[in-house]
C-alpha cells in the first residue's frame, strides 16, 4: 500500500530529525533546549 510507504518514511524521518535534534541540543545547550520543547511536544503528540 502507499500509505504503509509513506508511514514507513515519515516514521525514518522523524528519527532522523529526533537525533539531529539531540544532537544541535548537546551542542547548543539551554537556549536551544528551551526552543525546542514545543517541537519534542510535537513528536511526543504523533509518536
Known sequence: M???RILRTLLNLKGVSLRS????QSAEGARF??????TRGWY???S
Not at 533546549?33 to 514545543?38: E, I, M, N, T
Open 44 to 46: 511526543a503528540a504523533y
Open 2 to 4: 502507499v500509505m504503509s
Open 21 to 24: 535534534l539531540n544532537r544541535r
Open 33 to 38: 533546549r528551551s526552543r525546542s520543547s514545543s
